[in-house]
């Protein structure tokens, strides 16, 4: 293979070994760790593809900010420089530091959402629909069909479907929704990016009402990437000019900056509405902090603005989502199923044909992942019948996409590295007949995903 990629924008000032096993060390450990990839120790994983949360590499100038950390109760300098980043690259009025995103998303359902209300949005998220549904709130999915459709090629699969927003706002009136939430990009889709003329079309729908448009920013420099490659009229303009445009089609966001501002820990809620702003200042001091640190140390919140300035810069986002591109298209050209087209931030494995000779409850995903983990080191995640857990009635819910997710750290690894991910999965590929189905032999009663324990079947 004799691809032509971008070499790596950045050059290596630090290393960190990582551990070699062998073979039979790891059947061992993925044994003990009962099949699940989130009860092995990360010293026993080579490659470590779990989650691109928190996991991104710092730079020099990140860890040089937090050498001047201002840990003064209040008023600290490294708050002034967070807002400065906010305002100068997302245009919003007023910023209130979280711990991470969970925590914004906590504030502005509180402050935005009354018992009753619908918050629609292109679909989940986790933690911000648990959110949501705690305020009292019914969460609708107003996403387009095709994100639900693994092969669909749309380029922007994370749009909101218009036709069904009118549909919400014609059934329950536009004074039971508060906001519109809209996710650039959508995680659960695959990393799909949303167009900036569906981000203009929600406004002006959502604006027609009075509604509100709150952005989960998270992947915001991914969606913008996409946007710059994708869609008409966007080539020439920077990637800084695309995320302000964004932004300037929301009236807040909601920010894990454990993902696109490049820090291992925080977040923040971003605000254009004064009273709403006073509102979210009130809930901070209960739940995080002042809001002058939201439940950062003041050099957390360094190192995010300088984080947020470094996202910005073209050569680091190109690098980033092609290097994701990379391991996906090795992996489309040995006809390995993955779901298309590859998104910002992970490759999807289509566990239900890989392993088509598994019926979906005895886990082929959980146990495809556990597989590439004893061939290599590498460590997926299940996304799955597992993660779907049960219904009220206590049968397992059937997903429709029966996962792995190969989710790639920022700044962290190396094409070299995506080579030995690729050709794990590969050779997998080619022994897929002899990979048996799991049974599950301890299950928690709530996500049990994440400590459940299996054993292969004969
Ligand atoms: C990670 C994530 C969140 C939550 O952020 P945390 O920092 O983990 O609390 C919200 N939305 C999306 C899309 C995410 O990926």
């Given at each position: 293979m004799n691809r032509k990629y971008m070499a790596e924008p950045y050059k290596i000032k630090v290393v960190e070994p990582i551990a070699m096993s062998t073979q039979e060390e790891r059947t061992a450990a993925i044994k003990r760790a009962g099949y699940n990839t989130f009860l092995l120790k990360s010293k026993e994983v080579y490659i470590d593809l779990l989650t691109d949360s928190g996991t991104s590499?710092?730079?020099?100038?990140?860890?040089?900010?937090?050498?001047?950390?201002?840990?003064?109760?209040?008023?600290?300098?490294?708050?002034?420089?967070?807002?400065?980043?906010?305002?100068?690259?997302?245009?919003?009025?007023?910023?209130?530091?979280?711990?991470?995103?969970?925590?914004?998303?906590?504030?502005?359902?509180?402050?935005?959402?009354?018992?009753?209300?619908?918050?629609?949005?292109?679909?989940?998220?986790?933690?911000?629909?648990?959110h949501q549904e705690m305020a009292g709130a019914t969460f609708r999915d107003i996403i387009i069909d095709e994100a639900h459709d693994p092969q669909s090629e749309h380029p922007f699969k994370g749009n909101i479907d218009l036709n069904k927003l009118q549909a919400l706002i014609d059934e329950v009136g536009a004074e039971r929704i508060p906001y519109i939430c809209?996710?650039?990009?959508?995680?659960?889709?695959?990393?799909?990016?949303?167009?900036?003329?569906?981000?203009?079309?929600?406004?002006?729908?959502?604006?027609?009402?009075?509604?509100k448009v709150m952005f989960d920013a998270t992947r915001c420099i991914e969606n913008a990437f996409f946007i710059k490659e994708r869609e008409e009229g966007y080539q020439d303009k920077s990637i800084r000019e695309i995320v302000k445009e964004m932004f300037s089609y929301?009236?807040?966001?909601?920010?894990?900056?454990?993902?696109?501002?490049?820090?291992?820990?925080?977040?923040?809620?971003?605000?254009?509405?004064?009273?709403?702003?006073?509102?979210?200042?009130?809930l901070v001091v209960v739940y995080e902090g002042m809001p002058s640190y939201g439940g950062l140390a003041g050099r957390d919140m360094e190192a995010m603005a300088r984080g947020m300035y470094e996202s910005v810069d073209y050569y680091y986002i190109k690098h980033r989502v092609e290097q994701v591109r990379y391991l996906g298209e090795r992996l489309i050209e040995?006809?390995?199923?993955?779901?298309?087209?590859?998104?910002?931030?992970?490759?999807?494995?289509?566990?239900?044909?890989?392993?088509?000779?598994?019926?979906?409850?005895?886990?082929?995903?959980?146990?495809?992942?556990?597989?590439l983990y004893e061939i290599s080191g590498v460590r997926s995640m299940e996304r799955g019948i597992v993660s779907a857990g049960r219904n009220k009635e206590g049968q397992h819910h059937f997903p429709k996409l029966e996962l792995v997710r190969l989710t790639i750290p920022r700044r962290v690894y190396t094409y070299a590295h995506m080579d030995v991910v690729a050709d794990a999965v590969i050779e997998l590929y080619k022994q897929r007949d002899s990979i048996p189905g799991l049974k599950m032999v301890y299950e928690p009663p709530v996500l049990r995903f994440f400590t459940a324990r299996f054993e292969p079947l004969k």
């Open positions: 590499a710092m730079s020099d100038n990140q860890w040089a900010g937090m050498q001047i950390g201002d840990e003064a109760y209040a008023g600290s300098i490294n708050f002034y420089h967070l807002e400065e980043a906010v305002r100068e690259l997302y245009g919003f009025k007023y910023v209130v530091p979280t711990h991470q995103g969970r925590g914004a998303e906590n504030i502005l359902s509180k402050i935005a959402i009354k018992p009753g209300d619908y918050v629609p949005g292109n679909m989940y998220f986790t933690t911000t629909r648990a809209l996710a650039v990009t959508v995680n659960l889709a695959g990393g799909q990016p949303v167009s900036m003329q569906n981000m203009r079309e929600v406004k002006q729908l959502a604006s027609k009402y009075g509604i929301a009236d807040g966001a909601t920010m894990s900056g454990k993902k696109d501002c490049l820090v291992n820990i925080g977040g923040f809620l971003a605000l254009n509405d004064e009273e709403l702003y006073q509102k979210a200042t009130q040995a006809g390995v199923p993955i779901v298309k087209p590859i998104g910002g931030h992970a490759v999807f494995l289509d566990a239900r044909a890989f392993l088509p000779h598994i019926p979906q409850d005895q886990f082929p995903a959980q146990m495809l992942a556990a597989k």
